[in-house]
């Protein structure tokens, strides 16, 4: 015989809590037979707040005793609090793993034998052009919020705040040009600038001055901390400068 549960949740035609939704699916995964009581007014909230002395909702019983909300449930089945916290790499790990395998469908939807010389240089081609514009539109988001955290680290930006609003332009600018065929006489020198500029502002500031920082790569407000992954940012953007003007020279 399954154990009961008794939830209490806010549930009206304008708001539905997320975390009633996920305490009512944990308890259920736990193998609970959920007595879903769905508040549907403010004041039939605010009224439950004030008798059970509570700030929030939900409110989850067991056996009679309240557990509380989403966050003490998890605790009372032995789990780690919910989503991501302190810093984590996660975010821009994503968007490169993403990036590599739009790449390789692309070059596959064209030629399904892509395991030669030619469509493997095609594969890192895109998949460096995918990732920079990918990153940009991470910036582009919010561009304030962005610049606040990259003016911390990057050397031009320290002086000219204003290139810490280019600077994602830039980047989206050389990631679609790749992808578009454009001059690497164009093209290049920005990518080039750019990395180089964001190279060694993250080696000062990790290696040399020993600042523990988050990186804007993926947004002003990623915990995304600034180091080698971040780094790696840059030197794609070298590479694909170097690149893109050698070809067009060769």
């Known amino acids: 015989m399954k154990q009961t549960a008794k939830l209490v949740r806010m549930h009206t035609e304008h708001h539905i809590c997320p975390y009633g939704l ?7 995964r736990k193998g609970f ?5 769905k508040l549907r007014s403010r004041q039939e909230t605010d009224e439950f707040k004030q008798e059970h002395d509570v700030k929030t909702t939900p409110q989850t019983f067991i056996d009679g005793q309240r557990v509380g909300g989403y966050d003490d449930l998890r605790d009372f089945f032995g789990m780690d609090k919910a989503g991501q916290t302190g810093t984590t790499y996660t ?20 030629s399904p034998t892509i395991f030669t010389a030619s469509n493997l240089i095609s ?30 680290y990057d050397l031009i930006a320290m002086r ?3 290139y810490a609003y280019v600077y994602p332009f830039a980047e989206a600018f050389a990631g679609i040009g790749m992808l578009a ?11 080039l600038f750019i990395g180089i500029v964001g190279a060694v502002s ?16 993926v947004g002003g407000d990623s915990n995304v901390p600034l180091g080698f992954v971040s780094l ?14 050698a070809n067009q020279m060769g």
Request: charged fraction near 15%; charge should be neutral; include cysteine.
């Open 22 to 28: 996920r305490s009512k699916n944990l308890l259920q």
């Open 33 to 37: 037979e959920v007595e879903d009581h």
């Open 91 to 110: 975010p821009v790990l994503s968007i490169f793993a993403v990036a590599l395998l739009m790449a390789i469908a692309t070059v596959y939807a064209s």
């Open 123 to 152: 594969t890192i081609e895109l998949f460096v052009a995918f990732s920079m514009t990918i990153l940009a539109i991470q910036k582009l988001q919010d561009l304030y919020s962005f610049s606040n955290s990259f003016i911390t």
């Open 160 to 162: 000219y705040l204003r």
């Open 181 to 191: 065929g454009l001059s690497g006489y164009i093209v290049g020198p920005v990518s």
């Open 202 to 217: 993250v080696f000062k500031a990790v290696y040399i001055d020993k600042r523990e920082l988050k990186c804007a790569c």
């Open 232 to 245: 790696t940012e840059n030197l794609f953007m070298i590479a694909a400068g170097v690149w893109m003007i």
